[in-house]
Protein backbone atom coordinates (compact mmCIF):
# COMPACT_ATOMS: atom_id res chain seq x y z
CA UNK A 1 0.00 0.00 0.00
CA UNK A 2 1.29 2.96 -1.12
CA UNK A 3 1.86 6.06 2.11
CA UNK A 4 -0.88 8.18 -0.04
CA UNK A 5 -3.20 5.04 0.63
CA UNK A 6 -2.56 4.54 3.64
CA UNK A 7 -2.95 7.95 4.61
CA UNK A 8 -6.64 7.87 3.05
CA UNK A 9 -7.30 4.71 5.05
CA UNK A 10 -6.46 5.70 8.67
CA UNK A 11 -8.60 8.94 7.87
CA UNK A 12 -11.11 6.85 6.79
CA UNK A 13 -10.95 4.27 9.92
CA UNK A 14 -10.32 7.02 12.49
CA UNK A 15 -13.34 9.25 10.52
CA UNK A 16 -15.62 6.31 11.10
CA UNK A 17 -14.82 5.56 14.86
CA UNK A 18 -15.08 8.92 15.69
CA UNK A 19 -18.65 9.19 14.89
CA UNK A 20 -18.90 6.50 17.28
CA UNK A 21 -17.70 8.12 19.82
CA UNK A 22 -19.34 11.33 19.47
CA UNK A 23 -22.63 9.03 19.45
CA UNK A 24 -21.64 8.04 22.96
CA UNK A 25 -23.98 8.64 25.92
CA UNK A 26 -21.86 9.90 28.75
CA UNK A 27 -22.37 6.88 30.88
CA UNK A 28 -20.63 4.50 28.18
CA UNK A 29 -18.47 7.35 26.84
CA UNK A 30 -14.99 6.03 28.78
CA UNK A 31 -15.86 2.26 27.18
CA UNK A 32 -16.24 3.46 24.23
CA UNK A 33 -13.53 5.53 24.30
CA UNK A 34 -10.85 2.88 25.12
CA UNK A 35 -12.71 0.68 22.38
CA UNK A 36 -12.47 3.35 19.30
CA UNK A 37 -9.09 3.74 20.40
CA UNK A 38 -7.78 0.47 20.56
CA UNK A 39 -9.44 -0.35 17.47
CA UNK A 40 -7.70 2.47 15.77
CA UNK A 41 -4.09 0.99 16.50
CA UNK A 42 -5.67 -2.62 15.97
CA UNK A 43 -7.00 -1.82 12.25
CA UNK A 44 -4.12 0.83 11.91
CA UNK A 45 -0.72 -1.40 12.04
CA UNK A 46 1.56 1.55 10.44
CA UNK A 47 -0.15 4.04 13.33
CA UNK A 48 3.21 5.80 14.83
CA UNK A 49 2.17 3.88 18.12
CA UNK A 50 2.58 0.47 16.61
CA UNK A 51 6.44 1.24 15.39
CA UNK A 52 9.04 -0.75 17.18
CA UNK A 53 10.82 3.01 17.40
CA UNK A 54 8.27 5.01 18.90
CA UNK A 55 8.94 2.50 22.27
CA UNK A 56 11.82 5.29 23.08
CA UNK A 57 10.37 8.80 23.85
CA UNK A 58 10.79 10.72 20.84
CA UNK A 59 13.00 13.95 19.99
CA UNK A 60 9.73 15.64 20.29
CA UNK A 61 9.39 14.36 23.87
CA UNK A 62 13.39 15.36 24.72
CA UNK A 63 12.42 18.80 23.47
CA UNK A 64 9.14 19.13 25.71
CA UNK A 65 10.92 18.00 28.52
CA UNK A 66 14.12 20.54 28.13
CA UNK A 67 11.48 23.61 27.75
CA UNK A 68 9.56 22.95 30.57
CA UNK A 69 10.28 19.97 33.06
CA UNK A 70 11.23 22.97 35.02
CA UNK A 71 7.91 23.20 36.05
CA UNK A 72 8.30 20.11 37.98
CA UNK A 73 10.27 21.07 41.43
CA UNK A 74 12.32 18.81 42.63
CA UNK A 75 10.51 16.09 45.04
CA UNK A 76 6.78 17.81 43.29
CA UNK A 77 4.12 15.16 42.81
CA UNK A 78 3.04 14.99 38.90
CA UNK A 79 0.64 13.72 36.71
CA UNK A 80 0.31 13.36 32.35
CA UNK A 81 -2.96 12.87 31.44
CA UNK A 82 -3.14 11.08 28.13
CA UNK A 83 -0.28 9.54 28.44
CA UNK A 84 -0.07 7.69 25.48
CA UNK A 85 3.65 5.84 25.49
CA UNK A 86 4.11 7.16 28.66
CA UNK A 87 7.71 9.56 27.51
CA UNK A 88 6.55 12.83 29.55
CA UNK A 89 6.05 10.37 32.50
CA UNK A 90 9.13 8.59 32.74
CA UNK A 91 11.51 11.86 31.81
CA UNK A 92 9.22 13.82 34.69
CA UNK A 93 10.20 10.75 37.15
CA UNK A 94 13.89 12.02 37.17
CA UNK A 95 12.46 15.29 38.81
CA UNK A 96 9.33 14.18 40.84
CA UNK A 97 8.53 11.98 44.14
CA UNK A 98 6.11 10.55 41.93
CA UNK A 99 4.64 10.53 38.38
CA UNK A 100 1.88 9.30 37.13
CA UNK A 101 0.22 8.57 33.55
CA UNK A 102 -3.54 8.10 32.93
CA UNK A 103 -4.60 6.93 29.32
CA UNK A 104 -7.78 5.17 28.03
CA UNK A 105 -6.12 2.31 26.00
CA UNK A 106 -4.88 -0.60 27.77
CA UNK A 107 -2.74 -1.12 25.21
CA UNK A 108 -0.81 1.91 25.95
CA UNK A 109 -0.72 1.06 30.29
CA UNK A 110 0.40 -2.20 29.50
CA UNK A 111 3.51 -0.95 26.88
CA UNK A 112 4.07 1.72 29.78
CA UNK A 113 3.98 -0.34 32.75
CA UNK A 114 6.84 -2.63 31.00
CA UNK A 115 8.92 0.28 31.65
CA UNK A 116 8.05 1.66 34.16
CA UNK A 117 10.72 3.70 36.78
CA UNK A 118 9.74 2.66 40.18
CA UNK A 119 8.20 5.66 41.40
CA UNK A 120 6.04 6.01 38.41
CA UNK A 121 2.33 4.58 38.18
CA UNK A 122 0.36 3.93 35.16
CA UNK A 123 -3.41 3.52 35.39
CA UNK A 124 -6.45 2.92 33.34
CA UNK A 125 -9.09 4.97 32.88
CA UNK A 126 -10.68 8.32 31.57
CA UNK A 127 -8.77 11.52 31.37
CA UNK A 128 -11.75 13.25 32.02
CA UNK A 129 -12.21 12.61 35.12
CA UNK A 130 -9.11 10.80 35.94
CA UNK A 131 -9.39 7.95 38.26
CA UNK A 132 -6.28 9.96 40.90
CA UNK A 133 -6.55 11.47 44.17
CA UNK A 134 -7.63 15.05 44.61
CA UNK A 135 -5.48 17.10 46.00
CA UNK A 136 -2.35 15.43 45.41
CA UNK A 137 -0.88 17.32 42.26
CA UNK A 138 1.41 19.79 42.24
CA UNK A 139 1.68 19.72 38.23
CA UNK A 140 -0.45 18.33 36.11
CA UNK A 141 0.41 17.91 32.10
CA UNK A 142 -1.72 17.75 28.70
CA UNK A 143 -0.07 17.35 25.46
CA UNK A 144 -1.93 16.97 22.84
CA UNK A 145 -4.92 15.20 24.29
CA UNK A 146 -7.63 17.92 24.80
CA UNK A 147 -8.50 17.60 21.05
CA UNK A 148 -9.34 14.33 21.36
CA UNK A 149 -12.18 14.51 24.07
CA UNK A 150 -15.73 14.60 23.19
CA UNK A 151 -16.76 18.24 22.86
CA UNK A 152 -19.70 17.91 26.17
CA UNK A 153 -16.79 16.93 28.06
CA UNK A 154 -14.08 19.05 27.92
CA UNK A 155 -15.27 21.78 30.87
CA UNK A 156 -15.80 18.21 32.94
CA UNK A 157 -12.58 17.86 32.22
CA UNK A 158 -10.94 21.13 33.07
CA UNK A 159 -12.83 21.45 36.20
CA UNK A 160 -11.58 17.48 37.17
CA UNK A 161 -8.38 18.47 36.97
CA UNK A 162 -8.60 21.83 39.05
CA UNK A 163 -9.61 19.40 41.97
CA UNK A 164 -6.93 17.24 41.79
CA UNK A 165 -4.16 19.60 42.18
CA UNK A 166 -2.73 20.74 45.35
CA UNK A 167 -3.54 24.76 46.12
CA UNK A 168 -1.28 26.66 44.37
CA UNK A 169 -1.14 23.68 41.68
CA UNK A 170 -0.44 24.24 38.02
CA UNK A 171 -1.83 22.62 34.59
CA UNK A 172 0.52 22.74 31.72
CA UNK A 173 -1.80 22.25 28.32
CA UNK A 174 -0.64 21.94 24.89
CA UNK A 175 -2.87 21.33 22.15
CA UNK A 176 -2.96 21.98 18.19
CA UNK A 177 -3.81 25.35 17.10
CA UNK A 178 -7.97 26.27 15.51
CA UNK A 179 -6.64 28.58 13.04
CA UNK A 180 -4.21 26.66 11.18
CA UNK A 181 -5.93 23.60 11.19
CA UNK A 182 -7.10 20.73 10.73
CA UNK A 183 -4.33 18.94 12.14
CA UNK A 184 -5.15 15.25 12.82
CA UNK A 185 -5.16 12.57 9.84
CA UNK A 186 -7.69 14.31 7.80
CA UNK A 187 -5.66 17.06 6.91
CA UNK A 188 -5.38 16.99 3.70
CA UNK A 189 -8.70 15.54 3.26
CA UNK A 190 -11.17 18.32 4.96
CA UNK A 191 -10.83 21.45 5.76
CA UNK A 192 -12.19 20.75 9.46
CA UNK A 193 -11.23 18.15 11.54
CA UNK A 194 -12.65 15.49 10.80
CA UNK A 195 -11.02 12.05 12.44
CA UNK A 196 -9.78 12.30 16.30
CA UNK A 197 -9.48 16.00 16.97
CA UNK A 198 -13.26 16.56 17.99
CA UNK A 199 -12.23 20.33 18.77
CA UNK A 200 -9.11 22.40 18.03
CA UNK A 201 -8.91 25.72 19.74
CA UNK A 202 -7.00 29.27 19.81
CA UNK A 203 -5.02 30.67 22.95
CA UNK A 204 -8.08 32.75 24.05
CA UNK A 205 -10.77 30.37 23.78
CA UNK A 206 -8.47 27.92 26.08
CA UNK A 207 -7.61 30.36 28.67
CA UNK A 208 -11.07 31.24 28.82
CA UNK A 209 -12.69 27.76 29.79
CA UNK A 210 -9.79 27.57 32.25
CA UNK A 211 -10.97 30.26 33.79
CA UNK A 212 -14.29 29.48 33.73
CA UNK A 213 -13.61 25.71 35.11
CA UNK A 214 -11.92 27.46 38.38
CA UNK A 215 -8.11 28.23 37.35
CA UNK A 216 -7.19 32.04 38.67
CA UNK A 217 -4.75 32.94 35.97
CA UNK A 218 -3.12 31.35 32.94
CA UNK A 219 0.07 32.18 31.28
CA UNK A 220 1.70 31.03 27.93
CA UNK A 221 5.40 30.58 27.21
CA UNK A 222 7.11 33.65 24.90
CA UNK A 223 9.02 30.74 22.97
CA UNK A 224 8.03 27.52 21.69
CA UNK A 225 9.32 24.06 23.01
CA UNK A 226 12.07 24.11 20.33
CA UNK A 227 13.32 27.42 21.16
CA UNK A 228 13.19 27.37 24.45
CA UNK A 229 15.10 24.25 24.46
CA UNK A 230 17.70 25.32 22.32
CA UNK A 231 18.13 28.44 24.32
CA UNK A 232 18.13 26.25 28.20
CA UNK A 233 14.99 29.02 29.22
CA UNK A 234 14.42 27.77 32.68
CA UNK A 235 10.79 26.42 32.68
CA UNK A 236 9.42 28.75 35.27
CA UNK A 237 11.38 31.38 33.16
CA UNK A 238 9.36 33.35 29.79
CA UNK A 239 5.59 33.44 30.51
CA UNK A 240 3.60 36.20 29.42
CA UNK A 241 -0.39 36.37 30.52
CA UNK A 242 -1.94 34.11 27.78
CA UNK A 243 -4.42 37.19 26.74
CA UNK A 244 -1.10 38.87 25.35
CA UNK A 245 -1.14 35.63 22.49
CA UNK A 246 -4.43 36.57 21.28
CA UNK A 247 -3.23 39.76 19.93
CA UNK A 248 -0.83 37.36 17.75
CA UNK A 249 -4.05 35.12 16.95
CA UNK A 250 -6.16 38.09 15.56
CA UNK A 251 -3.55 38.70 13.04
CA UNK A 252 -3.12 34.92 12.20
CA UNK A 253 -7.42 35.07 11.74
CA UNK A 254 -7.19 38.11 9.41
CA UNK A 255 -5.13 36.59 6.64
CA UNK A 256 -5.89 34.12 3.93
CA UNK A 257 -5.78 30.40 5.34
CA UNK A 258 -2.93 29.88 3.07
CA UNK A 259 -1.24 32.11 4.88
CA UNK A 260 -1.90 31.54 7.92
CA UNK A 261 0.80 29.29 9.09
CA UNK A 262 3.60 31.69 8.54
CA UNK A 263 1.69 34.56 10.38
CA UNK A 264 1.03 31.84 13.34
CA UNK A 265 4.87 31.02 13.40
CA UNK A 266 6.00 34.70 13.22
CA UNK A 267 3.72 35.47 16.03
CA UNK A 268 4.43 32.09 18.37
CA UNK A 269 0.77 31.08 18.39
CA UNK A 270 1.34 28.13 16.55
CA UNK A 271 0.97 25.79 19.29
CA UNK A 272 -1.60 26.47 21.90
CA UNK A 273 -0.11 26.04 25.28
CA UNK A 274 -1.49 27.44 28.48
CA UNK A 275 -0.33 27.37 31.78
CA UNK A 276 -2.92 27.35 34.38
CA UNK A 277 -3.12 27.83 38.28
CA UNK A 278 -5.03 27.66 40.98
Known amino acids: ?17 RERLLASDRDERERVTAEVYDELFERVPWHPANQPDSESPEDGDHR ?39 DSSREMVQRCRAKAP ?16 RSSFDLITSRQVIEHLHPEDL ?5 AVARLLKPDGAFLVVTPQALTGPWDCSRGFTEEPSGFHTAEMT ?16 SSPVGGAGVRSRLRVPGHRG ?25 AKLTNTGLVTVLGRL
Open 1 to 17: MSDEARERAHWLIERDL
Open 64 to 102: WLRAYSGLCSPGATVADLGCGLGGVVIGLASRAKEAVGV
Open 118 to 133: VNTRFVVGSVVDPPLE
Open 155 to 159: DDHLR
Open 203 to 218: HAELAERMIRAGFRRT
Open 239 to 263: WVPTRVKSYGEKLVSAVPPSRRGTV
